[in-house]
C-alpha cells in the first residue's frame, strides 16, 4: 500500500511512478510527513497528502456491503458520465473537484480509482477495519527546496488492528509509543524513453524519475537516517 514501502522493497510499480510526476530535477524536502501513534488498542496514522490515494484503495477493500464516502476527486477531465453516483462539480483554472457524499460499494470505488488513474483522491470513509479522513485541497505544487509548511495533518486513518503499523513502520524492529517520519526526495535525471523525444508533455508524464530518497526517522525521540536509491 505505502509507496515509500514499495520503493524500500523494491517493488516500484505505476502508482509509485503517479507520486513523482509532479516532481522535476532538484531536492524536495518534508515530503511524504507521517506521525503514527499507538495504543494498546489502536492505532493513528497521520500523513500529508501523498499517502490519500493509497489509503483510500487499501481501506476501499475492506468495504462489506457500502461505504458513505465523502470528499473529492480532482481531475482536468470531465468524469460525471462515467461515474454511477452523483457528484458535484466545481472548476478552478480548468482543474475540476467532483465531490462526493455518497453510499458506494467496493466495486464502484475500485473501479474509479483505476479508471481515472490520473486522477487524485480525497475520500473519507469508513468501514469495520478502520476510518480515513482527507481534507478536500489541491496540493501545492511542487517545487525543490525546504517545505517547512509540509504537515501531517491532510489525511488521518485509524484502526483497531495494530499490524497496520507495519505499513509506514516497515523498518523499525522495536516498541515505539511515538513515530515521526519525513523523506527527502533528490531527483537526479529524468529517463525519458524514444518514442516521447519529441512531446514535452508525455514526456514529463512518463518519464521515470532517477535519484535517491533519505527517510528521517523520530522513534520516541531516537534519530535514525536511511537512504535509497530508487527509480520510478
Same mark, same amino acid.
Not at 497521520?46 to 458513505?68: G, M
Given at each position: ?40 488498542? #489502536?492505532? !493513528? ?7 490519500? %490515494?493509497?489509503? @483510500?484503495? =487499501?481501506?476501499?477493500? *475492506?468495504? $462489506? &456491503? ?71 485541497? #489541491?496540493? !501545492? ?7 517547512? %509548511?509540509?504537515? @501531517?495533518? =491532510?489525511?488521518?486513518? *485509524?484502526? $483497531? &488492528? ?71
Amino acid at each position: 500500500m505505502n509507496f515509500i514501502k514499495k520503493i524500500f522493497e523494491g517493488k516500484t510499480d505505476n502508482l509509485v511512478h503517479k507520486q513523482f510526476k509532479r516532481f522535476g530535477k532538484g531536492v524536495y524536502e518534508n515530503r511524504a510527513v507521517v506521525e503514527v501513534k499507538k495504543s494498546k488498542s #489502536s492505532v !493513528k496514522v497521520k500523513t500529508s497528502f501523498e499517502f490519500a %490515494e493509497d489509503f @483510500a484503495r =487499501f481501506l476501499a477493500n *475492506t468495504v $462489506k &456491503d457500502k461505504a458513505k464516502v465523502s470528499g473529492g476527486i480532482i481531475t482536468k477531465k470531465d468524469i460525471r458520465k462515467e461515474l454511477n453516483f452523483d457528484v458535484q462539480m466545481k472548476q478552478f483554472a480548468g482543474v475540476k473537484t467532483f465531490l462526493i457524499d455518497n453510499e458506494i460499494d467496493k466495486d464502484s470505488l475500485n473501479n474509479i480509482f483505476n479508471k481515472f488513474s490520473d486522477a487524485l483522491f480525497l475520500l473519507s470513509f469508513a468501514t469495520d477495519y478502520g476510518t480515513l479522513k482527507v481534507k478536500v485541497k #489541491s496540493p !501545492k505544487a511542487a517545487k525543490p527546496g525546504k517545505d517547512n %509548511e509540509v504537515k @501531517a495533518d =491532510f489525511c488521518t486513518f *485509524t484502526a $483497531k &488492528d495494530l499490524n497496520f503499523i507495519k505499513e509506514f513502520a516497515f523498518d523499525v524492529n522495536e516498541n515505539f509509543s511515538e513515530l515521526k517520519i519525513n523523506h527527502t526526495f533528490t531527483i537526479n535525471e529524468l529517463i525519458v524513453s524514444d518514442k516521447d523525444m519529441d512531446n514535452p508533455a508525455m514526456a514529463r508524464e512518463n518519464a521515470l524519475r532517477k535519484g535517491k530518497i533519505k527517510r528521517m526517522l523520530n522513534i520516541d525521540g531516537k534519530i535514525i537516517e536511511k537512504e535509497i536509491n530508487f527509480e520510478a
